[in-house]
């Protein structure tokens, strides 16, 4: 039972262009949420984050956007980098002892 | 960047047999935790530790185990590999239980079970 969806696998955009990576979640309960990006043959590293009190977090070129009436969150890069190119993961807890994970979505950004 | 190691980075093993992976940290960070990640599934949690001798399971913990001896070593054993247990294994550490922008993740050990 997938409770975090990331129904994206890949997403291509151009050098400069905004990315715009979708998230939804099924487990009312979850109550934080993060992404984390990953290169390959590295571990995942934590991106940025947003409680479910709030429904906007900026920091840097990134935002990540919560929806709680629809159970949905996105993380928007602006403007997109070449090195930006990575696995992204959306995660999901319900308090403060379990995490669980979206399958992941691969961006490429085009120079 | 954290102080993570695993070891091995790659094994290839037959079914049947016992494996051990080992995650080493520097940071004395009081919790660890195993994943394995598989296509279409990210990231999901075998077990996690909360300190020495101290350890519960996460949302896929059937057919493996964990002991935690010493604060810096984490060990995930699979007493019998199958095939489905072909993953990629990641260690994460973090000082506080649900930090999780505070977990660090170590590179990751490539388990192929033939």
């Known amino acids: 039972d997938q409770q975090v969806k990331q129904n994206s696998p890949s997403l291509s955009v151009q050098e400069g262009r905004i990315s715009i990576l979708n998230c939804d979640y099924t487990?009312?309960?979850?109550?934080?949420f993060l992404w984390y990006k990953k290169y390959p043959a590295e571990g995942p590293t934590f991106l940025i984050s947003?409680?479910?009190?709030?429904d906007k977090n900026e920091d840097g070129r990134f935002t990540v956007f919560l929806n709680k009436s629809a159970k949905h969150l996105s993380l928007h890069i602006v403007p997109s980098q070449p090195g930006d190119s990575a696995v992204y993961f959306c995660?999901?807890?319900?308090?403060?002892?379990?995490?669980?994970f979206g399958a992941g979505t691969r961006l490429t950004v085009k120079p | 960047d954290a102080g993570i190691t695993q070891s091995p980075r790659h094994k290839v093993t037959e079914t049947g047999t016992p494996v051990t992976l080992r995650c080493h940290q520097t940071?004395?960070?009081?919790?660890m935790y195993w994943y394995r990640q598989d296509p279409g599934h990210g990231l999901r949690l075998i077990h996690y530790?909360?300190?020495?001798?101290?350890?519960d399971k996460g949302e896929v913990s059937d057919g493996y185990s964990v002991s935690r001896s010493k604060t810096e070593d984490f060990l995930l054993t699979l007493e019998s590999a199958t095939s489905s247990q072909t993953s990629v294994y990641f260690c994460?550490?973090?000082?506080?239980?649900?930090?999780?922008?505070?977990?660090?993740f170590g590179p990751g050990t490539r388990l192929t079970v033939l």
């Open positions: 994460a550490i973090s000082e506080r239980l649900g930090d999780y922008n505070e977990q660090f």
């Open positions: 487990n009312s309960m979850f109550d934080y």
């Open positions: 947003i409680s479910s009190i709030k």
């Open positions: 995660a999901a807890s319900p308090n403060n002892n379990d995490m669980r």
């Open positions: 940071e004395n960070h009081r919790y």
């Open positions: 530790s909360y300190g020495v001798k101290d350890t």
